[in-house]
């Protein structure tokens, strides 16, 4: 029974403008939902809800697809229900300086802790000269000051006393102080020395001498009592320190009694100040304070470097600030590098050297992100050093611990410093394409552990009256949200029949809405040019014909060497052994169709089918397996009860880059059948599908791209009526055929057959009965499975008679030519 | 023409100490807003020289408490060291402030020195302090204040001479001259009015208000009734940088020694003879 050619509504699965009962598509609702992604939805949703450590998002679906926005909207709604965040801050650690504690704060508590902190340094600066400028502190600085003088003086006076007592006086010489004997204030003479009796003169060198050790012992003292008076010193500068500061630190210690925290850290600020007074007071007046002589120039300016870095440590660095955020913070990081996922440590140089204090830690994204909700691209996480390791290990240990990645992998030993970890509750949600999940499940069993929730985003959704619907009012939200000019019935359905054709189904609908919403700015853009204010089925059809125009260039050349016969297809006529075979091309988003001549030749052998593409490493694996299944097919069926003495070999002509997939194997067994059968092939059909060890013909991709491929050869050439394809039956639902396609089907001047077995397919080809076979097998002479069955069981009995003889075979011969290079690709198989 | 109050000579005392060096700051400066020559001495004691002579004599260093023997060619040494470290100090402080200037070393008796070189000076200048640091008088500027040359100031280490000058008036010769030393040397004038009543004062005041008015000169006025040298020096205390011209015998030193009462005031001051 003869096959039927398909009606003209079978090639396309129109959208009917009639079904929409809208005039443009502004007065349709909003559509707030996503739709086609209940999968990923209810995902996200559990990955949300669910607030045991681990259970952190992966998002994954093609590029475009929406992921963010719906991953965003997701953790917005559930944000901003939930409770604001804590303030964080780092403070100073008196104990140990290159480990800053950090202090929690309720919500908006920590810029009003920071103000408070700067007020009290502002205060510092005037409290502390006020007090040391007191006549209270003067006087009793000059009391301690002026005990020590006496004391020296006392000493002094008494050595004096009882120098005098035996005629001796104390001398200050340039260099220190001498004992010398005396008369009448004056030293006496060398003359009168050595006049005086032997036995007094003896006896004023005895007290020389002794009173000389007197004064030894009691400059020997100075330095001790010098000290003393400093220790006094600094301990009189403490107790103002204490006093000045107890007030200001009380006042603070009172507001902030809820938090332990903030109160010890508090107690350790006031004894900080107390310690470091002379520091501190010295950005101001030093004489009243210290000894030291005033100092000018860089020296003093470095002292007064000190003080202000004295200061400094009393600050407080506010990290994150939900001061006026409200809900869960929801953060996407752009730029995911591991400083600004982790936080850094910056230094500034003093005086060459790099130096940091807790005031240069800044936040990352986890930190904003905190108690909230990060969203990170997978990609580019992955792509920055040291990133992907450190948001595991922070996931892991539930912590934020702030490493510079040059500390990490020891790279770097300036100083620096290691905050007080502070702990991490964030859900976060990576978003990036399939392959990229499938490769870290399989490799970071570690990611399994932590990305326990897969959101997995589809690509397309069924199309059925309702899902239209929802389509329509999808396409007037965007052109909404993109402020773009509403859309009528006519260009609503031409949207969603391009949307079945990106898909390559007629029954499904892309809900890749970048390719959509390109679409649409498109066809808005067309509108503009025609001074249209709503967009019709005319612009979207504009649009989509330069969206094509643009990437067409490849196709153009391809048609034109078919054209100019450097490519040699045949589109009339009939041949032994050549099909017209269908290839698709793919070239970024663009994808068309080729015709492929595709020869068979046969000889006597061993019961093996050359693949010559294969041969030379020109075939992929699926290719491949297509020809061996036809070998199986073959002897199968035509040699069931003697050896398959048959050497056949494949060739794809004029193909010079690779060939990949099986849709060609039906074509390959009809360019076989025909060569065995030595019965001609009419050239005006062209055939896709792959077929079974059976002889059944099954489904495969880019249909509607092959169909349009040989249909544009045939156009130009001139359509007779004869030209067709023959397309697997199963892939009937899939098309999606251009306007001008359909338009020559229904004129009768092209076909498109559904195919489901390979004898309806070889009667079209050469309008001869297939043959069905009798009980034994045989099938009638003037069929073609009857003269293939002749011919092999003539190898048989020529391999069997031990004759064998080489022998060429009768058959059509080809013309070669030369030809570009080219990329093949026969589709993925359905 | 020639007025006996004018400061045309001023004497200092360096003996490169601290201190004395300070005092030569403050001479020099002052010196040269007077437009007065600036006489420096250096006197090498004569004690010294002869304890250096005696035989077997040891010193021992103020700093690091140990004993040496001392010869007169060492001390010698020493002296001229010093001397030539004060001409040094001299030359440079003369030199900042472009004022005339001579430097003198003298031997013998310090205060026998010092007082006949402030004999031929308008104003002799001295460091307050003595060897410990303390802030008392030092032994030689006691000796030479209580010997009393014309004009003395006495002042502390590190203080500048811009002045509002306190001069304390009583009516008598002393305080006169003090006014007129006030005059000759300018600047803000208060007058501390010491009177045994408040009609007292007011007379004295007028006194004082009548002979500035002739000048052309205005000042702000204190009573001082009844009151002592502590009195006197709380008051000052408040005031940044004042010089107290006080006449050697006052009511206000009533019952205490010219040294004491210098003891009470952190304030350069200029006795008046």
């Known amino acids: 029974m003869p096959v039927k050619a398909l009606e003209p509504a079978q090639l396309c699965q129109r959208c009917d403008p009639a079904q929409f009962d809208f005039k443009t598509t502004e007065d349709l609702e909003h559509l707030a939902d996503f739709i086609g992604q209940p999968r990923a939805i209810e995902a996200l949703e559990f990955g949300v809800g669910i607030r045991q450590k681990g259970y952190n998002i992966f998002a994954f679906g093609p590029e475009g697809i929406g992921k963010e926005n ?97 005629g001796l006086a104390v001398l200050r010489t340039p260099a220190g102080l001498a004992i010398a004997p005396v008369r009448d204030g004056e030293v006496i003479s060398p003359e009168e020395f050595q006049g005086m009796p ?10 020389i001498t002794d009173l000389q050790e007197e004064l030894e012992k009691m400059l020997m003292n100075v330095p001790g009592w010098q000290r003393e008076l400093r220790e006094q010193i600094t301990d009189l500068n403490r107790e103002m320190a204490d006093i000045a500061v107890g007030g200001l630190i009380r006042q603070l210690v009172e507001k902030y009694a809820e938090s332990s925290g903030i109160v010890e850290h508090l107690e350790a600020v006031q004894l900080d100040v107390v310690r470091h007074v002379r520091e501190i007071t010295d950005e101001g007046d030093t004489s009243q304070i210290s000894d030291r002589p005033s100092s000018r120039g860089p020296l003093a300016a470095l002292a007064a470097g000190g003080a202000r870095s004295t200061l400094r440590r009393y600050q407080v660095n506010l990290l994150v600030d939900h001061g006026s955020s409200e809900g869960a913070p929801v953060i996407y990081e752009d730029n995911p590098t591991f400083q600004n996922l ?27 992100a905190n108690d909230g909700y990060l969203i990170l691209d997978a990609r580019k996480l992955f792509q920055e050093p040291f990133a992907w390791e450190g948001l595991k290990r922070a996931l892991r240990s539930e912590q934020l611990r702030m490493e510079t990645p040059g500390q990490v992998q020891s790279f770097i030993s300036t100083v620096t410093l290691d905050p007080e970890p502070i702990p991490l509750k964030a859900k976060v949600a990576l978003l990036g394409e399939p392959l990229l999940y499938y490769l870290l499940m399989e490799h970071d069993p570690e990611s399994r552990e932590l990305f326990r929730v897969a959101s997995d985003f589809d690509d397309q959704m069924d199309r059925d009256s309702e899902s239209q619907m929802l389509y329509a009012r999808l396409i007037g939200s965007l052109a909404t949200v993109h402020d773009l000019r509403p859309l009528d019935p006519g260009g609503v359905a031409r949207v969603i029949e391009h949307s079945s054709r990106i898909v390559s189904d007629g029954r499904k609908l892309s809900i890749q809405m970048n390719h959509i919403t390109d679409l649409m700015r498109e066809a808005n853009y067309w509108a503009g040019e025609s001074g249209r204010e709503i967009v019709t089925t005319e612009d979207v059809s504009k649009a989509i014909d330069a969206q094509i125009y643009r990437s067409d260039r490849i196709r153009e050349r391809f048609q034109e060497q078919i054209h100019r016969k450097t490519v040699l297809i045949d589109t009339a006529g009939a041949q032994v052994g050549q099909v017209n075979g269908l290839s698709v091309y793919q070239f970024g988003d663009f994808a068309f169709g080729r015709p492929s001549r595709i020869t068979a ?64 194997s039906s074509a390959e067994l009809y360019a076989l059948l025909s060569s065995l059968a030595d019965v001609p092939v009419k050239q005006s059909l062209a055939v896709t599908g792959s077929v079974d060890q059976y002889g059944r013909v099954q489904a495969i991709g880019g249909v509607n791209e092959k169909i349009e491929g040989f249909f544009d050869i045939c156009q130009t050439r001139g359509l007779d009526g004869n030209h067709g394809v023959l397309i697997p039956d199963s892939n009937v639902q899939h098309l999606m055929l251009r306007d001008d396609v359909v338009q020559a089907v229904a004129e009768g001047k ?28 045989s099938c009638p002479e003037n069929t073609v499975n009857g003269k293939v069955r002749a011919r092999l069981a003539g190898f048989a009995e020529e391999a069997e008679s031990g004759k064998a003889r080489q022998d060429d075979d009768s058959e059509g011969d080809q013309a070669e030519d030369k030809s570009g290079e080219e990329k093949n690709e026969g589709g993925s198989e359905s | 023409m020639s007025d ?59 700093t690091s408490a140990r004993s040496r023997r001392l010869d007169a060619r060492r001390m010698a040494s020493q002296l001229r060291g010093q001397a030539a470290r004060a001409a040094q100090a001299m030359a440079a402080a003369a030199g900042r402030t472009q004022v005339r200037w001579s430097f003198t070393v003298a031997r013998g008796s310090i205060e026998t020195e010092l007082l006949q070189a402030a004999a031929e000076a308008d104003l002799f200048i001295l460091g307050r302090a003595g060897w410990s640091g303390k802030r008392r008088l ?13 004009r003395t100031l006495v002042i502390e280490r590190g203080e500048r001479l811009l002045p509002t000058l306190m001069i304390v008036y009583d009516g008598s010769d002393r305080s006169k001259r003090a006014l007129d030393t006030g005059i000759s040397i300018g600047g803000y004038l208060a007058v501390g009015i010491v009177a045994e009543d408040e009609a007292e004062a007011k007379k004295l005041q007028s006194e004082v208000a009548a002979n500035l008015n002739l000048k052309g000169l205005e000042a702000r006025y204190r009573w001082l009734v009844r009151a002592d040298a502590r009195e006197l020096a709380d008051m000052v205390r408040t005031q940044e940088e004042c010089i107290v011209i006080l006449p050697g015998e006052s009511p206000l030193l009533e019952g205490k020694s010219l040294p004491e009462a210098l003891d009470e005031f952190e304030c350069p001051v200029l006795l008046v003879q």
């Open chain 1, 342 to 368: 982790l936080g850094r440590i910056e230094h500034t140089t003093q005086l060459g050297a790099l130096i940091t204090d807790f005031n240069l830690i800044k936040p990352g994204a986890l930190h904003r």
């Open chain 1, 70 to 166: 719906l991953v965003r909207k997701t953790f917005e709604a559930a944000a901003a229900s939930e409770r604001v965040p804590s303030d964080w801050c780092y403070v100073q650690n008196f104990e140990q300086p290159h480990k800053p504690r950090a202090l929690e704060l309720p919500a908006g508590k920590g810029s009003e802790f920071k103000r408070d902190m700067e007020q009290f340094v502002d205060d510092l600066q005037n409290v502390l000269p006020i007090t040391f400028e007191s006549e209270e502190y003067r006087n009793r600085l000059q009391e301690v000051q002026e005990a020590l003088n006496e004391q020296q003086e006392a000493a002094l006076g008494e050595l004096r006393a009882r120098a005098e007592q035996v």
């Open chain 1, 198 to 207: 032997s036995e007094q003169r003896e006896e004023l060198e005895k007290d």
């Open chain 1, 601 to 664: 030749r046969v000889r006597m052998g061993k019961g093996e089918v050359l693949d010559i593409e294969r041969e030379v490493e020109l075939g992929g694996p699926i290719h491949s397996k297509g020809v061996l299944i036809l070998s199986s097919f073959l002897g199968s069926r035509y040699s069931v009860d003697r050896q398959l003495s048959l050497s056949a070999s494949l060739v794809f002509e004029q193909s010079y880059g690779g060939i990949e997939g099986d849709s060609a």
């Open chain 2, 138 to 150: 030092g032994s030689t500027a006691r000796a030479v204040v209580v010997a009393g040359p014309k």
């Open chain 1, 750 to 777: 092209f076909h498109v057959y559904p195919i489901e077995t390979i004898d309806q397919g070889i009667e079209l080809l050469t309008d001869m009965p297939a043959g069905e076979p009798d009980e034994e097998g």
């Open chain 2, 4 to 62: 006996p109050q004018k400061i045309r000579r001023i004497l200092v005392a360096i003996d490169a100490s601290p201190q004395s060096l300070a005092a030569l700051e403050a001479a020099a400066e002052l010196a040269a807003s007077l437009g007065a020559e600036l006489a420096g001495l250096y006197v090498e004691d004569i004690n010294l020289i002869r304890l250096a002579a005696l035989p077997a004599v040891l010193e021992t260093g103020g």
